[in-house]
């Protein structure tokens, strides 16, 4: 069984060409594959927060020293990185606006980059500082 996550961050509704394109994609694949799970969030209406300083100083925090404040900033990232790592397969709708992505897509991608979760850094590996988890 695949588990499917499906994302649109178009903000426009029927007229979106975006959403059009993944929702018969995600439809084809349900007829093709009943039984996968998909997961969908809606980024374009459904607006992901910006990371904000407690997000920040929680995402560097060993977990078992973050505050109450800091957890609670991170909570939507986790269930957001939750919902990633357990993506077999991820079809996202994104427009392209003003030469770039949307920024609420942009958010998205800020709030599931998390060093310890999907990547790691080690600063002494100067061909690769950064892998993927």
Do not use: C
Request: proline content about 8%.
């Amino acid at each position: 069984m695949i588990n499917l996550l499906h994302l649109d961050a178009s903000p426009r509704g029927e007229r979106s060409h975006t959403r059009r394109l993944t929702a018969e994609f995600v439809g084809e694949w349900r007829k093709a594959y009943p039984l996968d799970a998909v997961t969908y969030r809606d980024i374009g209406r459904n607006p992901i927060p910006h990371v904000t300083e407690d997000w920040i100083a929680g995402a560097f925090t060993p977990s078992e020293r973050r505050t109450g404040s800091m957890r609670a900033a991170l909570r939507l990232s986790d269930e957001l990185v939750d919902e990633f790592l357990t993506a077999d397969l991820i079809v996202a709708g994104i427009p392209f606006y003003n030469f770039g992505m949307p920024s609420g897509f942009k958010a998205y991608i800020d709030q599931i980059v998390r060093v310890g979760r999907t990547f790691s850094f080690n600063p002494d590996n100067k061909k690769a500082p950064f892998q993927p988890l």
